[in-house]
C-alpha cells in the first residue's frame, strides 16, 4: 500500500494484490499520474470505479459507499449446503456458554477449520458476527460438535442477513470514535474477562 499526500491534505493511495491493482483517494490529479506511470512500465487495463475486489462489493449512492461481501456469503452457504437452512435472528445464543467438554464428540478438524477461516475473513465487513467468530475461533484446535453447532447458528443467521455491510456517510466527519467495554470473568473455562471494542469512522461501524 502507498499513499501519497499533497499540500491541501488530499491523499492518493495505491493498493496492490498480486495482479490487482486499486488506485483511489481524493487527489485526482495525482490518481491520474499514477495511472499513466502504471501504464508506461506495465500492460494495465483501467476497469473503472470499483465494484468487486477479493470477495467484497462496492456499492455507490448519493448518501455514500456500502462495501458489503454479499456474493461470498451466498457461496459459503451453497458450499456448506445451508442454503436452504431456515435462517436465524441472532449469530448466536446468548445464552449458551462454549467450552470444551471432557468426553465431547470430535468433529472434522480441517473442516472446522476452515469454515472458521472463511467466517474470519467476512467478519472484515460484518462487524455483527466478530464477537462471536472470535469465540468459535478458539477451539480451531479440537472443535467439537456443540462448537460446529455454534458455527452453523452463525450460517443460518447469515442466511437472513446476506447483504449485510459497512456504510461510509458522504460528508461524515473523518474522526474515528472509539468505544470499549469488558465484561467481569465472563469465561467459564479460565475465568478471562472479554474486552470489547466499538469503532465510528463517517458513519461506519464496526
Not at 501504464?39 to 470499483?50: C, H, K, N, P, Y
Not at 468505544?179 to 458513519?203: E, H, K, N, P
Amino acid at each position: 500500500m502507498f499513499f501519497k499526500h499533497s499540500s491541501d491534505d488530499k491523499v492518493a493511495v495505491l493498493i496492490v494484490y498480486a495482479d490487482d491493482i486499486i488506485v483511489t483517494g481524493d487527489f485526482e490529479d495525482e490518481i491520474e499520474r499514477l495511472k499513466c506511470s502504471l501504464a508506461s512500465e506495465f500492460v494495465i487495463r483501467d476497469l473503472g470505479q470499483m465494484k468487486y475486489f477479493l470477495g467484497m462489493e462496492v456499492a455507490r449512492s448519493k448518501c455514500g459507499i456500502v462495501i458489503s461481501q454479499r456474493k461470498y456469503v451466498l457461496d459459503l452457504l451453497a458450499e456448506t449446503g445451508m442454503s436452504g437452512c431456515k435462517p436465524s435472528d441472532t449469530p448466536m445464543d446468548p445464552n449458551q456458554k462454549l467450552k470444551e467438554e471432557e468426553n465431547g464428540e470430535q468433529v472434522d478438524k480441517g473442516r472446522y477449520q476452515r469454515l472458521v477461516g472463511r467466517l474470519i475473513y467476512l467478519s472484515h465487513t460484518r462487524p455483527d458476527i466478530a464477537f462471536v467468530v472470535s469465540v468459535v475461533s478458539q477451539y480451531m484446535h479440537s472443535p467439537q460438535e456443540a462448537h460446529l453447532y455454534a458455527v452453523y447458528r452463525i450460517l443460518r443467521y447469515l442466511k437472513g442477513t446476506p447483504g449485510l455491510g459497512l456504510c461510509f456517510k458522504k460528508n461524515e466527519q473523518r474522526g474515528i470514535e472509539v468505544y470499549t467495554d469488558a465484561d467481569w470473568a465472563g469465561s467459564i473455562m479460565d475465568r478471562r474477562s472479554t474486552s470489547g471494542f466499538l469503532y465510528v469512522y463517517v458513519g461506519a461501524i464496526w
